[in-house]
């Protein structure tokens, strides 16, 4: 048991320092949609492990709030190389849209669209975290959206200090699924990946206004990763 545990910490590091990506879940035909939105996109700092040991004056969930939009700008551009893609700002004021979402009790970032929050499907922590939603959730939001396929985001921001030297890096695990006009999630796809710059030393970082790219640049090459992927 103990080495079955040892190989599984062995190859998560190997995943986010590579950023390797892994595929779970059902991965079903993805060839037949042609346009697809961003339904949910959303950001946690993992037990507060970004702000915990910070070094900056800006509060740290102002930092987050600050870029995730820009993240899912991005996301739908890197979308479009391969789909057509109904754009959020576009969508905001559906009504439709809002009527199936769920409200918000995890403690997740979400991006502002003309003053509006985008919705979350879920009270479970699991199952934003993994991309989940009910079925008839998914055939709805198709409708209502005029698409074949939803898309849902979510990255996990935190920090990794280790080496013989115990310097202090951004990490994110990064997730995007897929689900179809069917209610089907057609693909699941995970990358970890590692920022590019050291922060600090021992767990105590900066965090400040440059620096939190290095969690929105770490997750941007994660999901060129996974684009390539599928």
Known sequence: ??????KIAI?????AFTGCVSSSGPQGNISAISKV???????SDYGGSVSSGSIGSTPV?????ST???MLNDTE?????????AKASAFINNSGYHDLSSR???SVFVPQINGKEMAVFTQVSKEIKGG???????????KALNVDGIVLVFSEWTSKTGGYIPLTKALTKNVLTIWDSNGRQVTKKRVDMMGKKTLGFSGVKAVNENTINEWSDSFNRAMDKIMKSI
């Open 37 to 43: 939105a961003v339904v949910s996109f959303s950001v």
């Open 11 to 15: 190859l998560a590091t190997i995943m």
């Open 1 to 6: 048991m103990k080495n079955n545990l040892m």
């Open 132 to 142: 989940k939603i009910d079925p008839q959730t998914a055939i709805d939001l198709c």
């Open 68 to 70: 995730v939009t820009k």
């Open 104 to 106: 918000k009790t995890l």
């Open 77 to 85: 551009d890197k979308l479009g190389s391969k789909w057509n893609v």
């Open 61 to 65: 969930a102002d930092l987050i709030n």
